[in-house]
C-alpha cells in the first residue's frame, strides 16, 4: 500500500500485524554452528519449550535433526554466559547439560544420552570450550568447579583449569579419571593441542582483568604444561583464538595495535607479525566461551570476519596480506568454522533474519583472491517474515558526544504501509542500551524493534563509548567511568534526534538490559543530574520521560559482593577497586538518588537471576516508591539473566508498549494498561 493511502494515527497508535506473541515465536535463538566434513551443527533455543537449548544436525541427506529431546538441554554455566555447549566427537556429540551440568554424549544414531562424568554432591562442576584430543580419546576443556559454601557470595570457592575427560565413559564412576592438564590462573580459554600433538596452546588471564583488558597466549608442552612461555599478551594486551598453522607457527589475534588484528607468532620468538593491519576489528569480546572469530581453509586462506559498524566475511591470504569480502547479501557475518573450502557461519541483517549459512568458497587462483559463491541457508530464526514495508530501515549515524567524541549509533525510525502521523508531530523515540557494557550492536534484522517501529515508536540503538567494535581506545573511554560516559552519549544521541526534528525532545525514553539497565537507571537518577544537565535539558527533569530496565544493575556495591565470579572485578576497572572507590560507588548507584526529577520506571527481573540478584530490581523500586515515582515492578519465575520462556517475552514486550502509552500520551490498541505503583 503507498503512503498515499495510509491513514492518519497518533505516534504508538498504528496498527501493526507483529504482536508480542510473533516476537516471541521468533526469538528461536541459533548460535555455534560448527561444521564437520560434510555435516554442519549448531544450538538453537527454543522460547516454546522454556528457552530450552538442543543441538541440530544437518547431513550429507540435507535432513536438519534435533539430537536431543525434551528435557535434555544443552546449555553451559561456565562465566554464567556459558558458550557453546557441544562438541562432534567419535559416534555421537557430546554436550553439557543444563540440569546437573554434566557432560553427555547424545550418539549419532539415536537413544538415550549417556554420562562422560560423574555426579558429585560437594562440587559442582561446569564444563566448557572443547576440543578433541590429537588422538580423538579425549575431550579437553575449560573446568570451572564451585566448592564450598555459595555458588555466589563471599563463601565462594571458584577455580579453573584445563583438563581431559576421556570419552569410554570411565569419569562417569571415577572421577580421578578426569586429568588436570592447565592450572593456576583465574580464568582459562581456548585450548589448543599442535598437530602432532605435543604441544598446548590456550588463553590465560587473572583478576581483576577481563579478557578484553589484557591476556596472554600460552604454550607449552603436554607433558609439562608449567613449563610454559608467553608468546603473546599481557596486562594491557588482549589476545584471543590462537590456532596452529602447523608444529611451530601460530595464529593468534591481539589487540596491541589499539585493534584487534590477525597476527602470526613462531615458537622461536621474534616479533609477531600483522597479516592485514587494519583499524577495523577481526574478533570481537570472550564474553561466552567456544567460538572462533576466523577459520584456516583447506588452501592456506584464512576466512575472517572484519570491520566496525558491520563485520563481513573475507578471505585473507596470509601470504601476501590481500583481503577480499565474499559477496553474500549479509551485512553482519559471524564465523563459525570451516572444512576445507566449506564455511559455516551465522549471517543476517536488517531485512534477513540470523541464519546459519554454509559456502564454498573459490580456489586461489593467479594473484588475487577470488569471492566466494552463494550461501546456502540451513536454518533461519525467524521462519516467516512480515511484510517489509512494517520493518524499519536502519541508519548508521556519528553523532558528537559532550565531550566532542564521536558516539555511534543506529537509527531505526518508525516504518508502516498503513499509518501515518498526523501533520507535525513528531514520533516517541526509545534509545536502547545494550548490555555488556563491553558489547555493541549491529543492524540485525530485529522483531523485537519492529514491534515498537511498527506502531510508530522510534529506536535509536547506542554504541556508547564503551562498546567494543571502534578499537581499544573508544572500549576504553569508559574506564573508570561508567555512568558517566554511557548515559552522556546516550542521552547526547537522544537529544540530537530531537534537535534534528526527529524525535519529540518530550517524549523520549531509554531501555535496557542488564548494564544496559544500570545505564537506563542511571540516566534518570537525580546523581546524574549535572551530566544530563550539561546536555541541554530542560526544567531540571531530565532528558528522558520514561526508563524501562530488563534485570538492571541498581547497587554498585551490592552488585560487587553478590555477582557472580567472572564478574565479580569487573567494576574495578569500571568504576574504581574497593574500598578506594566506595564514595564513586555510592555517587552513581541509581539506589539512593532518586529524587521528584526521577521519571518513571519499570522494573522486569528474573527471579533465578545469578549475574543481577533480584535485590537489584527491589532495592530500586523501594527507592522509587518512597519518593512517590509511578514505577512497576515485574518479576518472572524460572527466568535467569536474559529472558527464555515464551511467555515472558510476550508479557514484558506487552508492558512496555502501554507504559510508554500511560507516560507518553498515546492509547496502543489491543494492550492491557500494566499498572503502576507511586505517583
Not at 165 to 184: C, E, K, T, W
Not at 454 to 468: A, E, H, L, P, Q
Not at 616 to 624: G, H, K, N, P, V
Request: with cysteine; hydrophobic share 40%; glycine share 12%.
Amino acid at each position: 500500500m503507498s503512503s498515499t493511502s495510509a491513514e492518519i494515527f497518533p505516534y504508538g497508535e498504528w496498527p501493526s500485524p507483529i504482536t508480542a506473541a510473533d516476537v516471541a515465536r521468533g526469538h528461536i535463538r541459533l548460535s555455534f554452528p560448527v561444521i564437520a566434513a560434510d555435516t554442519v551443527y549448531w544450538q538453537e533455543t527454543l522460547p516454546a519449550e522454556g528457552g530450552r537449548q538442543t543441538v541440530v544436525r544437518r547431513g550429507p541427506d540435507g535432513v536438519s535433526r534435533d539430537l536431543l529431546a525434551a528435557p535434555w538441554n544443552a546449555r553451559t554455566r561456565v562465566h554464567e554466559y556459558g558458550g557453546r555447549s557441544y562438541l562432534p566427537v567419535p559416534g555421537g556429540v557430546l554436550f553439557a547439560n543444563f540440569g546437573d551440568q554434566r557432560l553427555y554424549v547424545a550418539p549419532d544414531g539415536g537413544g538415550e544420552p549417556g554420562p562422560l562424568t560423574a555426579a558429585t554432591e560437594a562440587i559442582d562442576d561446569r564444563f566448557a570450550d572443547f576440543v578433541l584430543s590429537p588422538d580423538k580419546r579425549e575431550v579437553w576443556c575449560v573446568r570451572e568447579r564451585h566448592a564450598g559454601g555459595q555458588v555466589n557470595g563471599p563463601a565462594k570457592q571458584i577455580t579453573r583449569a584445563i583438563v581431559a575427560i576421556p570419552l569410554d565413559g570411565s569419569a562417569h564412576q571415577d572421577p580421578d579419571a578426569v586429568r588436570v592438564l592447565v592450572q593456576g590462573s583465574d580464568f582459562f580459554a581456548f585450548p589448543t593441542p599442535s598437530p602432532d600433538g605435543s604441544m598446548l596452546a590456550w588463553i590465560a588471564w587473572d583478576h581483576p582483568r577481563m579478557p578484553w583488558d589484557g591476556t596472554e597466549l600460552r604454550v607449552a608442552p603436554v607433558a609439562d604444561t608449567r613449563n610454559y612461555r608467553v608468546l603473546l599478551g599481557g596486562e594491557a594486551e588482549s589476545v584471543v583464538a590462537p590456532v596452529w598453522r602447523d608444529d611451530q607457527v601460530l595464529y593468534v589475534v591481539s589487540d596491541r595495535s589499539g585493534w584487534w588484528n590477525l597476527y602470526l607468532t613462531r615458537l622461536t620468538g621474534g616479533e609477531p607479525a600483522a597479516l592485514c593491519p587494519r583499524e577495523e576489528e577481526f574478533a570481537a569480546p570472550l564474553w561466552q566461551l567456544g567460538g572462533r572469530p576466523y577459520a584456516v581453509l583447506g588452501d592456506g586462506r584464512i576466512a575472517v570476519v572484519h570491520g566496525t559498524d558491520e563485520m563481513r566475511l573475507a578471505l585473507l591470504d596470509p601470504e601476501t596480506g590481500a583481503l577480499e569480502d565474499v559477496e553474500v547479501p549479509y551485512r553482519v557475518f559471524e564465523l563459525g568454522g570451516a572444512s576445507g573450502l566449506v564455511v559455516a557461519g551465522l549471517a543476517g541483517g536488517p531485512g534477513i533474519p540470523q541464519s546459519v549459512v554454509t559456502m564454498r568458497v573459490a580456489m586461489l587462483a593467479g594473484p588475487t583472491v577470488p569471492a566466494g559463491t552463494a550461501a546456502t541457508v540451513l536454518r533461519r530464526e525467524a521462519d516467516s517474515m512480515p511484510d517489509v514495508a512494517y520493518l524499519p530501515v536502519p541508519r548508521a549515524a556519528e553523532l558528537t558526544g559532550p565531550s566532542g567524541s564521536v558516539v555511534h549509533a543506529l537509527v531505526y525510525p518508525p516504518a508502516s504501509p498503513v499509518a501515518t502521523a498526523p501533520d507535525g508531530e513528531a514520533p516517541p523515540y526509545v534509545v536502547w542500551v545494550h548490555g555488556g557494557p563491553t558489547a555493541r550492536v549491529y543492524p540485525l534484522f530485529d522483531m523485537e524493534k519492529a514491534y515498537f517501529t511498527s506502531r510508530g515508536i522510534g529506536v535509536i540503538d547506542v554504541n556508547y563509548g564503551g562498546s567494543s567494535g571502534y578499537g581499544r581506545a573508544y572500549r576504553e573511554r569508559l574506564r573508570g567511568q561508567w555512568g558517566i560516559v554511557d548515559v552522556a552519549d546516550c542521552a547526547a544521541a537522544a537529544l540530537a534526534l530531537a534537535d534534528a526534528g526527529d524525535a519529540d525532545g518530550k517524549r523520549l525514553g531509554i531501555r535496557g538490559g542488564s548494564a544496559g539497565g544500570w545505564t537506563a537507571l542511571a540516566a534518570v537518577t537525580s546523581g546524574l543530574e549535572p551530566v544530563i544537565s550539561n546536555l541541554g535539558a530542560e526544567d531540571g527533569h531530565g532528558v528522558f520521560a520514561a526508563a524501562v530496565s530488563y534485570y538492571g544493575v541498581s547497587d554498585l556495591r551490592g552488585f560487587a559482593a553478590t555477582t557472580h565470579d567472572f564478574e565479580s572485578r569487573y567494576l574495578d576497572g569500571l568504576i574504581g577497586p574497593l574500598p578506594q572507590a566506595a564514595g564513586l560507588y555510592a555517587e552513581r548507584a541509581p539506589v539512593g538518588h532518586v529524587s521528584h526529577a526521577t521519571c518513571p520506571v519499570l522494573l522486569l527481573q528474573g527471579l533465578d537471576d545469578p549475574v543481577v540478584p533480584p535485590v537489584q530490581a527491589e532495592s530500586i523500586a523501594s527507592d522509587l516508591a518512597a519518593h512517590g515515582i509511578p514505577y512497576a515492578y515485574l518479576p518472572f519465575e524460572g527466568e535467569s539473566h536474559g529472558f527464555r520462556k515464551a511467555e515472558t517475552i510476550v508479557a514484558c514486550l506487552e508492558a512496555e508498549l502501554s507504559f510508554y502509552g500511560q507516560i507518553m500520551g498515546f492509547t496502543p490498541p489491543g494492550v492491557a494498561p500494566v499498572p503502576l505503583a507511586g505517583g
